[in-house]
């Protein structure tokens, strides 16, 4: 199909593993889970699924804190359920793309464990241990993101290892060729099991500087960690010849894809990390933090266009499992008007979209109230000024049963109280639903090219109101106008537009094509209009 490329011109749909399907009723979902709802992912139109990380792990981070990179958690199943999980993926056409979690391990890795052993243990180099400064303290002034000093004070041995996240989470040290050598191992482990392609946990905190020089300070930020510059623990130079290994062991495989999360990066760091011979994508996240409004969705669109060059691909996300939901950060009831115009955004930019389950049928943050139900432990720490990442975690709503369809025994986040009437079987017995409507957009995107990989152009936008812009290949261009708005607005096209010939691609508001008024579109309130040149 026109040299189709999953990565390219497909979506990826983001599972997180613990909420999406749990098969053995112990209220965590599991592999053989994910595996009876690969037929609901390849209807729904999807082309690859991202895996959030299903190593062993003592879950101080849920996962993030792995404790064997070439294994799979028992709560999850087993290395037979993976190799069945990509089986039965491929034979649906389906690619499966790993979270690498390689910026630190789990305070239990084997690893770790020999290397706080003593200071002559042949691991003790692999993490990043150094001696109290002159007169005691620690080392230097990095810090933790989750709060407090980067450094952990190790009684045994009397010296400091750095953390950059939980002191459960200690930092490899990228300088040493062994640990580069064995994480290679693991990258050609799982590509060699059929995985597709990783997704690359900040990255770009591998390398820190040698010297260990303190990072200049700044007066804002909500905690020490986010009052520094990180000049000296984040991206350092190390960092691209490291990729340029991590690009040549993938191109030995067929069609094979790495994307990268670029920690506190903005779209210019994001861009400089992609390319040929280096990541394949590296992720924009801006539209994370943007306000429901057309203008400053616009700007985030031009500034990604304009730093990516003509070799590198976009990407767009909405949500994901760091992040409260978009339909939590948009709405404020149960109504879905704004989600149709959202979804009609990130499924029709130039790029590749990246999904989070449950955003089809507009799932909403689960509501945390007091502390003890907090599960996420940054969470815990933070009470109440941050409540952690629990709400956007909750498990998947497949139908209106007391357990919503995801589990036969006590689920290990609540759902939502919505799940009785917001799911996947209720929406799929709508056809006017959310859920149908990213399903007939991303048929859509699939069999457009213009949508797939045309060019985009912006034709207009009011910065409360109005996003308008083509996709355009050869002589086939598709229009999109999102009304932001939840009053009537006019589209004012060019006499050039208004000359063409076009067909109603996809609209939430009507079934006829527009009538075109005194070179004017009126756009119902929260419309998402594409059309397309016949």
Known sequence: MDNWLWWRDGVIYQIYPRSYMDSNGDGIGDLPGIISKLDYIKDLGVDAIWLSPIYPSPDADFGYDVADYTGIDPKYGTIQDFDELIKEAHKRKIHIIMDLVLNHTSDQHPWFLESRKSKDNPYRDWYIWKDAAPGGGVPNNWHSVFGGKGWEWDENTEQYY???????????????????????????????????????????????????????????????????????????PEMKPLLNEFREILDEYPERYAVGETFMADQERAASYTGEDKLHAAFDLDFLKKPFRPGPFYKAIQHWEQVLDDKTWPNYVLNNHDEPRSATRYTRNEKDDRLFVLAALILTLRGTPFLYYGEEIGMRDIPIKRKEDVQDPIGKRFWPFFKGRDGCRSPMQWNAGPKGGFTSGDPWL??????????????????????????????????????????????????????????????????????????????????????????LLLSNKRTKLPVVSDRKISLAPYEALILKTV
Not at 446 to 454: C, F, N, V
């Open 414 to 503: 609540p759902l939502h109280a919505n799940t009785s009437f917001r799911n996947v079987e209720n929406q799929q017995a709508d056809s006017t639903s959310l859920y149908h409507f990213y399903k007939r957009l991303l048929h859509i995107r699939r069999e457009s090219l213009p949508l797939r990989r045309g060019m985009y152009m912006p034709i207009t936008f009011e910065p409360r109101r109005l996003l308008a812009y083509t996709r355009q290949i050869g002589d086939e261009t598709v229009l999109v106008a999102i009304n932001f708005s939840r009053r009537k607005t006019g589209l004012v096209v060019s006499s050039s537009i208004t000359r063409q010939n076009w067909e």
């Open 162 to 236: 750095f953390h950059m996240f939980y002191k459960q989470q200690p930092d490899l040290n990228w300088h040493n060729p062994e640990v580069r050598k064995a994480i290679l191992d693991v990258w050609r482990f799982w590509l060699d099991k059929g995985v597709d392609g990783f997704r690359l946990d900040v990255f770009n905190a591998y390398f820190k500087s040698a010297n260990f020089e303190n990072n200049p300070t700044k007066l804002l930020g909500l905690t020490p960690f986010f009052r520094q510059h990180h000049v000296f623990d984040l991206d350092q």
